[in-house]
């Protein structure tokens, strides 16, 4: 994975109710120094001498108690324990509540090559979203060939050889009112550990597919912006096959699944063959999803339904057989 | 399985002619066709995956090829590169 530097922290594009507003106010060329992780460390035992268990590695966030005990470490002259902080490689001071450090405060931060940001918002509110975004940031990920589409509210994932015809499915799934997020190259993330969103690998190429016959189409321009999404959490995965008349495919609606980046995703074998339609075996796949997660097994209830039938089939046949139970 | 490394010798990078070339090339063969470039892999059969890997002037990317006619397949893509995706 590329490095993500405290200059990427800043120019992360996020919304306005997850925004960070950070700005820099000192140490530039330290810009180009790198976070590795989503930890934040407040430093106040550090300021005040005690450094074991030191989390260098994190970023450092100086809230109001912060910044009023380095305060009053610059009023009493006292920069010994600053200067031992900056010997640490920290990727980045950031102050909150739009606090700001003193001269001497910036020209050892500026001296060690690490970068001073300040921001506007109270220091809880900064800690939760940054800590959002670098989770996000730092998110297992991997990227996969297939096809992402929102059927009904439900992330489908279609993969499958080159060529079974995972393009032509989504195209008619498009043109039935679903949207694409993504053709043939899905990227994947596991969120939270139980979530796995899914998305285009870049915002130049996404909602763009490439049809055998017509080459490169522009689904955005040709139906419109009700078409797409920029990224949907991965509900079904759907793995488009060759018909195998040596294979058993499931009659009955079993339960298979898949496990990607730790999450468990059910999973659906669907055999393609000439004639089939399978754009609709699709969107009934997505429906009975649904139906699943309100409460409704329909498989489970139909074999529930056919068990009754039988034992009150034999009850009767009891009934009628032994005349002399009643 | 059979594994090469190629490097990116047109100036503008993999645009959609190299890309449309590099999928002609490997849909003559069976075997499967994946591009790797740092840990991204994608399907080297597909125009959209080898687009979206953008790959620049200069780039280094490994070319792995799966199936019967591997060894040929591998050659073929390698020499793509080298020809600076020049004529057929």
Redesign the interface.
């Known amino acids: 994975m590329k490095e993500f530097t405290v200059l990427d922290l800043i120019d992360l594009d996020l919304k306005e109710n997850i925004a960070l507003n950070l700005k820099c106010i000192g140490g530039r060329p330290g810009l180009s120094r790198v976070i590795t992780n989503s930890k934040i460390n407040r430093p106040g035992l550090t300021l005040s001498g005690f450094f074991e268990e030191f989390s260098y590695d994190s970023i450092q966030l100086f809230g109001k108690g912060e910044q009023a005990y380095l305060h009053r470490l610059e009023e009493n002259q006292s920069f010994s324990t600053i200067e031992k902080m900056f010997t640490y490689q920290i990727p980045c001071v950031i102050f909150c509540d739009g606090g700001a450090p003193g001269q001497r405060f910036l020209e050892l931060a500026e001296r060690s090559g690490c970068p001073v940001l300040k921001s506007d918002l109270a220091s809880g509110e900064f800690a939760i979203r940054v800590y959002q975004a670098l989770s996000d940031v730092f998110a297992p990920q991997k990227t996969i060939h297939g096809v992402l589409v929102e059927v009904f509210g439900v992330g489908v994932l279609i993969t499958g050889d080159s060529g079974v015809g995972k393009s032509e499915t989504a195209l008619e799934l498009i043109e039935r009112g679903h949207r694409l997020i993504s053709d043939d190259s899905v990227k994947l993330r596991s969120v939270s550990g139980n979530l796995l969103i899914g998305s285009g690998e870049n915002e130049y190429l996404a909602h763009h597919m490439e049809i055998r016959g017509l080459g490169i189409i522009n689904i955005t321009h040709i139906f419109g912006v009700s078409a797409i999404r920029d990224k949907k959490q991965v509900q079904l995965f759907v793995q488009l096959e060759e018909w195998d008349s040596n294979k058993n495919y499931d009659r009955v609606g079993g339960d298979m699944t898949i496990e990607i980046l730790g999450v468990t995703i059910p999973k659906l074998e669907i055999p393609v063959k000439p004639g089939r339609n399978v754009p609709i075996i699709i969107e009934t796949a997505a429906m009975n999803e649904r139906l699943k997660k309100l409460g409704y097994y329909s498989a489970k209830e139909f074999n529930q339904n056919v068990l009754k039938w039988l034992e009150s089939e034999s009850a009767r046949d009891l009934f009628y057989k032994n005349e002399d139970t009643f | 399985m059979v594994e090469k490394v190629v490097t990116v010798k047109n100036r503008a990078g993999i645009h959609?002619r190299p890309a449309a070339l590099i999928v002609k090339t490997a849909n003559r063969y069976s075997s499967n066709l994946y591009i790797e470039k740092?840990?991204?892999?994608?399907?080297g059969?597909?125009?959209?995956?080898i687009?979206?890997l953008?790959a620049s002037y200069k780039t280094e990317l490994k070319i792995i090829t799966e199936g019967k006619d591997e060894q040929e397949a591998a050659d073929a893509i390698e020499q793509l590169f080298v020809t600076r995706f020049e004529g057929e």
Do not use: H, L, V, Y
């Open positions: 959609a740092d840990d991204m892999r994608i399907n059969k597909s125009i959209m995956g687009i979206t953008g």
